[in-house]
């Protein structure tokens, strides 16, 4: 198994400000995991810029143009309560668009089986024209967009597992019936959607956990609802909003995963991949927001991915 990993020093650029859960500390952690030899196959690369061309797939120009003009030149402005700007902003994000399309190519072009993009800020919450829940633009859905249009593939499946729900990715994609969005995360939580009634046009698919949930019900609601759906929809491409916050210790959510499970859903997943799209799996960092559990659920999904 061929296994791509995407990051940037620039990741780090993005500030966040003190005691901020999603800060630059995450990706800092991650690195420290993979500096061991079982990772040293891994074909790592640094994620170019992407383009706002590629960001307006997704998100309209007036929309792309209001984020990029309210970065600070200093110190940090916030767009709303938790999701904010700082002078480094437009690197990590255009870095974090470039990752995820750098990957759908390489893996359309058979280099590799699959890819993990160590990316932030993360995606799945930002609208087409909201930024939103740490979001700023949608690195998953602009990823999906990019391959339906770069590449001719007409039916793509993202998985989302992060704790909380990607209401920006299904909001994108509820009325497109070729993209498959299914997401299991905690409810009540932020930001609130992501009931079983919200199913787009029959291609969304929501299966919400309630605290305290283990992996013994989270490995029961994959395994009757989201990947018989995945199988039955036959995705050319599969795409994962990977958040890790379900693990039992991360301060954002109440869900009682280990790391166990994120290898099992991991391994289901690589084997639809394996069974409907010549392996091809693109996994896209979200949330995760204790830094010891965060770089250990991310090495075990990696480990995972690369066959291990």
């Avoid at 600070?72 to 994000?93: C, I, R």
Wanted: with cysteine; aromatic share 10%; net charge negative.
């Amino acid at each position: 198994m061929k296994t791509l990993y995407y990051y940037h020093p620039d990741f780090l650029l993005h500030e966040t400000g003190v005691g901020h859960p999603e800060c630059a500390d995450r990706l800092r952690s991650i690195s420290s995991a993979l500096e061991v030899p079982e990772f040293s196959s891994l074909i790592r690369l640094l994620a170019p810029l992407g383009t706002a061309e590629q960001i307006r797939l997704v998100h309209p120009h007036y929309y792309v143009e209001a984020i990029l003009s309210a970065i600070p030149e200093q110190g940090h402005h916030h767009l709303d309560q938790d999701t904010v700007l700082s002078h480094g902003s437009k690197q990590a994000t255009f870095r974090a668009v470039g990752a995820v399309c750098d990957a759908v190519d390489r893996i359309m072009a058979g280099e590799a089986n699959n890819a993990f993009c160590a990316i932030r800020p993360p995606g799945h919450h930002a609208e087409v024209d909201l930024a939103m829940g740490f979001c700023l633009f949608n690195n998953v859905a602009i990823a999906a967009e990019y391959a339906r249009q770069y590449h001719q593939i007409s039916r793509i499946a993202i998985v989302d597992f992060d704790v909380h729900h990607g209401n920006g990715t299904q909001e994108i994609f509820c009325n497109q019936p070729n993209v498959f969005y299914a997401s299991s995360h905690e409810m009540p939580n932020y930001p609130g959607t992501g009931y079983p009634t919200e199913i787009g046009l029959g291609n969304i698919f929501n299966v919400p956990l309630s605290a305290g949930d283990t992996g013994v019900e989270f490995r029961k609601k994959y395994r009757n609802v989201i990947l018989p759906a995945l199988r039955d929809f036959k995705p050319e491409l599969l795409l994962i909003s990977a958040g890790f916050d379900a693990h039992k210790d991360d301060p954002l959510g109440s869900i009682m995963l280990l790391e166990e499970d994120f290898a099992w859903l991991t391994q289901q997943l690589m084997s639809i991949a394996n069974n409907y799209c010549e392996g091809r799996l693109i996994s896209v960092l979200e949330g995760g927001y204790n830094l010891k559990a965060l770089a250990s659920c991310v090495a075990h999904h990696l480990k995972t991915l690369m066959g291990h």
